[in-house]
């Protein structure tokens, strides 16, 4: 896919207050870490993340949604009444139906001829609505679009250190598949899409390429999909192997519909997942280390906004040059890989 009209107005995040560390989700699993005989430390060892943050209790995603989006618009500077459709894509929401992005259309006061929905597809479901977004710009429907999500983690991280204390018949293999959740932090990312024409910025999104490895669907699930908190397993460490070997698969189409080199891209933001992740993708891709823009140690794995968190971040830091190429390489359960090109 290639985009001739697309620009990215503003990328902006919200993080909570609550900081929540490895060491203290640890000394919460006394329990089970002294019965099976599992050495402290272990978790951020092994993932890298040192921290991740809460948002406070009884806050719906929604909630967080209004203000990320109100922060958007004010950065993008585009006038709310051009924005032409409001796109959800966070794997959390507020409800089975309506679609959250009702609610966040309404708290943030869109125009009654905004299209809004949900895109629901795991940890990519704000950059597949990009897509969409994007698509919709490009055929020239509408002059602008914002898509947000907010991930809300407190829940599945609560229940999962409950479970792995109370289920005395977890043993140090079966205990593997619930790790995962230990990492999972909490954010809220969006971004304000616009034609070209109206654009202040000039920061374009020039296309990208998807590829879908459908064969490994079983190895990350969650038994309800609206409510957090409700037990997930995942199979990381085959997670991992065929997520990087989907993304190995796609980078070289992604360049192709580019045209670009490995060379050319001066800064790549990943899934925000752990280390080991970070340092397999990078090796198999064999792109430099050195221009990735890493959050997990601080934030952890944000879901759908992980990776635009870590783009927004970078924005903020100043780390990214007028006309440098940086490439979001996202990765998601299910498996898919969804790979954009931005010139900043």
């Not at 479901?125 to 990009?130: D, V």
């Not at 792995?164 to 990312?189: C, H, V, W, Y």
């Not at 654009?199 to 990350?220: D, E, I, P, Q």
């Not at 933001?269 to 340092?279: D, I, L, N, P, S």
């Amino acid at each position: 896919m290639r985009y001739e009209k697309v620009c990215i107005e503003a990328a902006v995040n919200l993080l909570p207050d609550e900081i929540v560390s490895t060491d203290e989700i640890e000394r919460r699993l006394a329990p089970v870490y002294q019965r099976l005989r599992l050495p402290t430390g272990r978790l951020e060892l092994m993932t890298g993340i040192r921290e991740r943050r809460l948002w406070p209790r009884g806050i719906r995603p929604g909630m967080v949604s209004i203000q990320t989006v109100k922060k958007a618009i004010e950065q993008s500077g585009v006038d709310p009444q051009r924005i032409g459709a409001l796109i959800h894509g966070s794997v959390c929401r507020d409800y089975l139906e309506p679609a959250t992005a009702c609610g966040v259309h309404e708290g943030a006061g869109l125009p009654a001829d905004c299209q809004i929905f949900d895109v629901s597809n795991a940890c990519l479901g704000i950059l597949t609505s990009m897509i969409q977004a994007a698509n919709m710009i490009e055929l020239g429907q509408i002059d602008a679009a914002i898509v947000v999500g907010t991930e809300d983690s407190r829940s599945l991280l609560e229940t999962t250190i409950a479970q792995m204390n109370s289920d005395e018949t977890l043993t140090r293999q079966s205990i593997k598949p619930l790790f995962a959740s230990l990492t999972i932090g909490s954010a809220s990312a969006a971004f304000v899409l616009t034609n070209r024409e109206i654009s202040r910025t000039g920061m374009r999104l020039l296309g990208g390429a998807v590829l879908a490895n459908t064969a490994f669907c079983h190895l990350c699930r969650s038994d309800d999909s609206v409510k957090s908190g409700d037990a997930m397993k995942t199979d990381s460490e085959t997670l991992l192997v065929q997520g990087v070997d989907t993304a190995n698969r796609l980078f070289p189409r992604f360049l192709e519909t580019l045209g670009w080199e490995r060379d050319d891209i001066a800064h790549f933001f990943c899934h925000q997942v752990g280390k080991a992740h970070q340092k397999l993708l990078y090796d198999t891709l064999e792109i430099d280390f050195t221009k990735d823009f890493s959050t997990l140690e601080f934030l952890g794995n944000t879901g759908s906004a992980a990776l635009p968190s870590a783009f927004s971040i970078g924005l903020e830091q100043g780390i990214c040059q007028k006309g440098e190429k940086a490439a979001l390489l996202g990765i998601g359960s299910g498996i898919n890989s969804l790979m954009l090109g931005i010139e900043i």
